[in-house]
């Protein structure tokens, strides 16, 4: 099998298409951010990148990223120069949006590519590939490639996390690879792209540090790991250049306390605007059921500001009305310590079989308990489950569970009715063929398991049909739709993570397939 299989490149060229397909579908206010971005980084000096402010949507990404929209503005005036003018707020010409969607499209490559080098070095055993490594080959290329959640936010919503996604697969490759300081050198690049990706940190810092900078030394049988300073020191210097290209020109203008203010906005509420199906979401739940049955009965709380709810669509949340307020600091604690375990776990037993579970659960701790999180991040479990999930039954199970009922969590994304039918072709789409890819059955999935992904039926047709229909005309209600999604995926998501942890620790992720792959 050559790098580059016919099977894989016929997914790739589907992937493509159904991009194509999506160029005319909506597209939501990030792709004015991204086209902003543009006008900053090729309109103005370097020095005021980080400063500008016409627009609302103010340049927020780490320094690669703004140098990354910087070469993508050099390519931009063949299509239509106008775009990259500062003072042109929301502007959208035929040409702009032909140039954004494609500049998504191309650099989704790297995604391919990477997906392709990571299930080369995942399924070969001693440089050979039998028939079982060719099916999970293939398995790990599709479910990547053909990812729901990625049409979704990438192709109709708009942003760039395929790219971003590719450079991280890329960065696992090279670390399962036993090639750790490319590894290190990609993911350091990684998170001056986008620093959403310091949540996975922990694992590779643990694992880095305890599998390469503790080398075994000894006989078969008889090995035993001894501490390298050398190693150490050289994956330290890696890591420096690596952030000083991306720092230094701001250091030097004395800019970083400014890239820290633009970086980490703490200023924002606890949850988004739309509610992420986390544990967050349910906290926000419970505290406004509590306030409503508190009023009810003839209890009012005094001091709760009703015009930055939760549930009013702001991005500040207000005071709680009956639990405790949260604040940053909390969510950093609860976060690190929900890490824990895994992180111990991975620390005993630095094999790369444990390395890539606790990449997902770091995710999804991230994702559950981060402070202002996006829906969007829960592809930051979902993407490494989806290259380890053909291992056995329990992570083809939690992958199928995990990504469904995640992607489903993004429909919201997609308010108008036009886009349900693709929303909905997506996702089953993607569900099929990973139970397909993956050689599951509906016998390998509990009954709960099952009620699970069943519910979800129920939840669509409150959501696209009931109320529009009963409760639509009055807009006291207008809340409902997007407070049942997020509450039922919050709950099944929540369940999910624990499950996912207690496999970790027991063991579960690494052990042969009950059902082996034929």
């Given at each position: 099998m050559g790098f580059l299989s016919q099977t894989g490149i016929l997914w790739f060229i589907l992937a493509t298409a159904i991009k194509l397909l999506l160029i005319p579908s909506y597209r939501s206010t990030d792709f004015e951010v991204h086209r902003n971005w543009l006008a900053i980084t090729h309109s103005l000096p370097i020095s005021k990148w980080y400063y500008e402010n016409t627009s609302e949507w103010t340049l927020d990404y780490p320094p690669f990223f703004a140098y990354f929209e910087y070469g993508m503005s050099q390519v931009a005036p063949f299509f239509d120069p106008n775009m990259l003018d500062v003072k042109n707020l929301n502007y959208a010409s035929p040409q702009t949006?032909?140039?954004q969607r494609l500049s998504v499209i191309v650099t989704d490559t790297i995604l391919f590519l990477a997906t392709i080098y990571f299930a080369r070095v995942w399924t070969a055993k001693n440089g050979?590939?039998?028939?079982?490594?060719?099916?999970?080959?293939?398995a790990i290329v599709s479910i990547t490639v053909l990812n729901a959640g990625l049409f979704i936010i990438d192709h109709i919503h708009f942003q760039y996390n395929g790219f971003l996604f590719g450079i991280f697969i890329l960065s696992i490759a090279l670390v399962v690879a036993e090639k750790q300081i490319l590894g290190a050198a990609v993911f350091a690049a990684l998170l001056n792209f986008k620093h959403i990706y310091?949540?996975?940190?922990?694992?590779y810092f643990?694992?880095?540090?305890?599998a390469y900078c503790f080398p075994e030394t000894g006989a078969e049988?008889?090995?035993?790991?001894?501490?390298?300073?050398?190693?150490?020191?050289g994956l330290g210097i890696v890591v420096a250049?690596?952030?000083?290209?991306?720092l230094g020109?701001?250091?030097l203008m004395g800019q970083l306390l400014q890239l820290k203010e633009r970086l980490f906005p703490f200023k924002r509420g606890l949850v988004h605007a739309y509610w992420a199906p986390n544990f967050w979401a349910l906290y926000v739940a419970t505290d406004r059921i509590a306030r409503l049955v508190l009023k009810s009965r003839g209890i009012n709380l005094p001091g709760v500001d009703d015009s930055a709810s939760a549930t009013s669509g702001l991005v500040g949340v207000g005071s709680f009305a009956v639990l405790p307020n949260i604040a940053p600091i909390v969510t950093f604690i609860a976060t690190s310590l929900s890490m824990l375990p895994v992180l111990y776990h991975l620390w005993r037993k630095p094999v790369r079989e444990n390395f890539i579970p606790a990449l997902v659960h770091c995710g999804m701790c991230s994702f559950m308990l981060g402070w202002h999180v996006h829906e969007k991040a829960i592809l930051l479990p979902?993407?490494?489950?989806?290259?380890?999930?053909?291992e056995n039954l329990f992570q083809r199970r939690m992958f199928v569970l995990m990504a469904t009922v995640g992607h489903y969590g993004l429909f919201p994304l997609l308010f108008n009715s036009t886009e349900t039918p693709i929303k909905i072709f997506l996702l089953l789409g993607h569900t099929t063929l990973s139970i397909t890819m993956l050689q599951a059955s509906w016998k390998d999935f509990s009954f709960i398991d099952k009620m699970m992904l069943v519910g979800l039926i129920p939840v669509q047709a409150f959501y696209s049909l009931l109320h529009p229909w009963i409760l639509g005309k009055n807009p006291k209600y207008d809340f409902l739709p997007l407070l049942v999604v997020s509450v039922y995926c919050a709950a099944v998501l929540v369940l999910l993570w624990i499950q996912y942890a207690v496999g970790i620790l027991r063991n579960r992720v690494g052990q042969a397939a009950k059902k082996k792959m034929e």
């Open positions: 949006i032909l140039f050979k590939q039998d028939a079982d490594d060719g099916i999970k080959y293939n310091l949540y996975v940190a922990p694992v643990i694992y880095l540090f305890r049988g008889k090995k035993k790991r001894s501490f390298s300073f050398a190693r150490l020191v250049i690596v952030f000083a290209i991306s020109p701001f250091a979902v993407i490494p489950l989806g290259l380890i999930a053909s």
